[in-house]
């Protein structure tokens, strides 16, 4: 049996603790038989601190043979209903046809009933929304409150007037509603953009493969770039320099149906907070928070008069304001806005003609005179962003007054005076504050700082502990930090894989070996130093016997640690992991590193909260509930797979022991809204039994926010010493937290 209490607490007392502070920078063991991690889990550390680790109780894994008959328990349940369905149905059918439609007509009415009180449900939860959004504003200023509460006024009559219909104008139902309640608007949002940044990556990988075409055939990118500055580009030519991969994404969105919330709206967006950060106007575009990515100005047109007819359109919903426009005047809570047309398209600012009070001018015109609040967006310059920006969300604006001038440039302009709504979560940018907290400038700025660098120089940069939270602070301790797996006596490592015949680096992934491992394409983009274009089963790459070098693009998850991480203290989370840089999404982050053994060992390890078995087999086959991802996987590694027996591998035969020696990894929590995910990555063997652990970025990660992926427990799936199911509470904050991690 294995142990499975994946409790993270400290397994020496203070005092012990505070003796081994001048550990922190463990000396590294010898690394005789050391190797690339294998990797994906299924056992995880447990986030919860405890005072008496010796008190805790051991937590059991499930058996095989208690698996087998919590199954067999649960579909008898399932037939036992089915049979009482079919039951049901007979008496029904015997029934008198009257009777039987009485019923019929019953059912038709509570359903009625229910599709009616969801209609008005949706209505009162978004005032809700709003009011909250917008807080109770407790100011002695009369004239204040009252402009505070026409703004809600107004805001709840669009919502009551205009939104109890979906896009196609017909009156939402049930079933529809349900839906909606069965994930939060925050996960909506998080999986949205998570899609967006998949089709991004899939694009950009089209354009890398057109750009190394290019290079192959002598560079014709720099000729057409030469005759698009001469002005005789042909309409081919053209194109081939117009590849957008972000509007790509969008149309591909739209093409699929996929984009969130595709009709504008007035107010908050549902799963946007003031203070959410975007990093380019596209992924603005597909949440529907933004719903142009050039315009400045969003707005609904007439269109939308049948759904709120007791306003002029268009009609204003939000503007984003990054200083394009030389007579902008920003000072935080009140705005002056210039309206839009008539610039200069060549990104100096000046303005070149008079504008004209039409589309979007006429629109924030129209938001002045029915007291109508737009969402505002600041974009600020960002070296972190793939557009050089990012644009934060600031909250509603009420525009208070408009009118016509001279610009600096001599020409009408029109602008727009916009005063923030009362009540609303403070401001989170000037220029780019991040949510998190700034960013320290070196590691001696660090508060509460513990120790300089846990990895003791093993990593290419510098790991610090911070504490916070303890009195007297103490870093961590109880390990030792290495920087390559262990492997256990018992263990032997397969032969190295043969690999390609690739020269320096790989090009074509239809002749490079590896690639066709991976169903002839190559699993990364170059872009940001090498992201993964999407989670798999399994990835193969490039190993110790492939002719190409370091710099392959099929060598991502190889090349160590990229990011200045910390190491923190939680207040019930135990340690913690967060980045000092900016994550995109796909980006490696780290590989889990420990000691490499065979499951059955593991029956002495009863406090051990570090296991982390090997599933990626399992993963590949979908046993046990795993989930299968995206395959694209050679039919020689496919047949392989399946050759394997079900039965006999129903359970991980290895896994990786990161108690006493580790990396960074095992300070890693869990959330149920993780930002990262594990992946199954092959490269210097390919025995997936083997595999090796590395963690990929979920989502563009800002700076100081907290790494973390889902551990993959399922609920009452961990047993005690007595044979009892064992509850273990989440903290991880989600608004989707499951409550419990097991």
């Known amino acids: 049996m294995v142990v499975a209490s994946l409790q993270r607490v400290d397994a020496t007392p203070k005092s ?62 399932q037939r036992k209903k089915e049979l009482a369905v079919e039951r049901r149905a007979e008496l029904l059918d015997v029934e008198q046809n009257g009777r039987a439609k009485k019923r019929v007509k019953v059912r038709k009415r509570m359903a009625s009933e229910t ?131 972000d509007l790509k994404a969008i149309t591909k969105m739209r093409e699929t149906k996929t984009i969130l919330n595709p009709k504008r709206r007035v107010g908050d967006i ?45 009609l204003a919903v939000g503007i984003v304001l990054s200083g394009m426009y030389e007579d902008d005047l920003d000072n935080a809570d009140e705005i002056v806005y210039t309206g839009q047309g008539g610039q200069n398209l060549i990104g ?41 920006r990012i644009y934060t969300y600031d909250g509603l604006y009420k525009v208070v007054k408009y009118w016509a001038d001279k610009g600096i440039s001599g020409f009408t302009v029109y602008k727009y005076r916009l005063k923030r709504v009362l009540g609303q979560p403070m401001l989170t940018t000037n220029q780019v504050q991040f949510a998190y907290g700034r960013v320290p400038a070196s590691v001696s700025d660090l508060r509460g700082l513990v120790c300089d660098d846990i990895t003791g120089g093993q990593e290419k940069y510098a790991i610090p502990a911070s504490n916070l939270v303890d009195d007297p602070p103490v870093p961590p301790s109880g390990y030792k930090y290495v920087s390559f797996i262990q492997v256990s006596n018992n263990v032997t490592l397969p032969k190295a894989a043969a690999g390609c015949s690739c020269k320096g680096t790989c090009i074509d992934p239809k002749t490079c070996a590896c690639a066709r491992l991976n169903g002839s ?92 078995d090997i599933d990626c087999l399992q993963t590949m086959k979908g046993l046990g509930g795993r989930v299968r991802r995206s395959h694209g996987m050679s039919c020689q590694e496919t047949d392989q797979v399946d050759s394997h027996d079900d039965h006999r591998y129903e359970m991980p035969e290895f896994c990786i022991d990161a108690g006493p020696s580790g990396n960074i990894a095992r300070f890693i929590n869990h959330s149920c809204e993780p930002n990262l995910f594990v992946q199954c990555v092959l490269s210097s063997h390919h025995d997936v039994k083997l595999a090796q652990v590395v963690l990929f970025a979920a989502d563009n990660i800002p700076p100081l926010q907290e790494l973390t992926y889902d551990y993959g427990y399922a609920l009452n799936s961990v047993l005690g010493p007595d044979g009892k199911i064992k509850r273990m509470p989440c903290y991880c904050g989600g608004s989707d937290c499951r409550k419990r991690l097991f």
């Open 521 to 612: 394409n190559f699993p990364y983009v170059q872009r940001d130093g090498g992201r993964l274009i999407e989670a798999k089963d399994v990835i193969y790459e490039c190993g110790p016997n492939c002719g190409c070098g370091p710099v392959c693009i099929n060598r991502v998850s190889q090349r160590g640690l990229k990011y200045h991480l910390e190491v923190f203290r939680t207040p019930r989370k135990g340690w913690a992991v967060r980045s000092w840089d900016f994550i995109p999404s796909g980006a490696p982050v780290c590989e889990y590193i420990g000691t490499l053994k065979r499951s059955e060992d593991l029956e002495s390890a009863l406090e051990n909260n570090y296991i982390f």
């Open 16 to 77: 012990k603790a505070v003796a081994g502070a001048g550990q922190c920078a463990a000396a590294v063991p010898t690394v005789s038989d050391a190797v690339r991690s294998p990797g994906r889990v299924s056992r995880k550390k447990v986030e919860q601190e405890e005072s008496d680790p010796g008190s805790r109780p051991v937590l059991r894994r499930q058996s095989l043979r208690i698996q087998t008959k919590q199954k067999q328990k649960e579909q008898l349940a």
């Open 115 to 245: 599709v009616e009180n969801g209609k008005m449900a949706a209505p009162k939860e978004e005032l809700k929304g709003v009011a909250a959004s917008l807080g109770e504003e407790k100011s002695n200023a009369s004239d204040e409150k009252s402009d505070y509460v026409k703004v809600k006024e107004t805001l709840c009559e669009l919502l009551l007037s205009g939104r109890t219909k979906d896009e196609n104008g017909a009156s939402a139902d049930g079933a529809d509603r349900l839906n909606a309640a069965e994930k939060s608007h925050h996960a909506k949002v998080k999986e949205t953009l998570r899609l967006f940044n998949k089709h991004y990556l899939h694009f950009v990988e089209e354009e890398e493969k057109r750009c190394r075409k290019e290079a192959a055939e002598g560079k014709r990118t720099v000729k057409i770039s030469k005759k698009f500055k001469k002005g005789n580009a042909s309409e081919e030519d053209k194109k081939q320099l117009a590849k957008r991969p």
């Open 348 to 388: 100096d600012k000046r303005q070149i003609q008079d504008q004209k009070l039409e589309r979007g001018n006429l629109a924030l015109k129209n938001c002045t005179v029915h007291g109508v609040p737009v969402r505002v967006v600041r974009g600020h310059e960002c070296l972190n962003s793939y557009t050089g």
């Open 270 to 314: 549902p799963g946007i907070k003031v203070g959410h950060q975007f990093y380019s106007r596209a992924e603005m575009v597909v949440v529907g928070f933004h719903n142009h990515w050039l315009n400045g100005i969003d707005y609904m047109g007439c269109a939308y008069q049948a759904d709120y007819p007791k306003y002029s359109f268009p």
